[in-house]
């Protein structure tokens, strides 16, 4: 018996499945790949855009964010103090909610400090910023919704 024809039909039955296999990779490593060049994209664009970092601002001007601050438990309120990079700076808007607080600053160039997650709930409707009496400083006067003490100020 010739078995030559059963050859030829597994073989090319074999390459159709190397091919389908080959052709499967390829189809999941571009779409991985898509999937990796957008999560690195959205990063870039959330590290301008996010609550804190580089955003832009109302007319496509670029915001500053302030990142370091040091800040103080106290039984009834935590208070912030960040550094301000220039004189003569004014507080443009704050916003407190429940667990966040985000204040915008103008001074040659516009400036935000923002906590997104703050490690406990807090009174929005009592709490206040304001640039102290030399203006050096933005303080945050923050109070808490309970007397528990703080172990951090914002959560990571």
Not at 65 to 74: I, K, M, P, Q, V
Not at 110 to 135: K, T, W
Request: net charge negative; with cysteine; hydrophobic share 35%.
């Amino acid at each position: 018996m010739d078995y030559s024809r059963f050859d030829a039909i597994e073989l090319s039955s074999e390459e159709e499945e190397e091919e389908e296999e080959k052709r499967l990779i390829c189809e999941r490593r571009a779409a991985h790949d898509a999937v990796r060049r957008a999560m690195e994209s959205r990063k870039r664009g959330d590290a301008r855009e996010e609550i804190f970092g580089l955003g832009a601002g109302h007319h496509g001007e670029d915001v500053v964010s302030l990142r370091e601050y040091a800040w103080e438990d106290g039984e009834r309120e935590v208070r912030v103090c960040v550094e301000l990079p220039e004189e003569d700076m004014s507080i443009i808007s704050s916003g407190f909610r429940s667990h966040s607080l985000n204040v915008e600053l103008r001074g040659t160039r516009r400036y935000r400090f923002a906590v997104a997650e703050l490690s406990m709930e807090i009174r929005p409707n009592q709490s206040e910023c304001f640039i102290d009496e030399y203006g050096r400083r933005l303080v945050c006067k923050i109070v808490k919704f309970g007397k528990c003490p703080w172990s951090v100020l914002a959560c990571t």
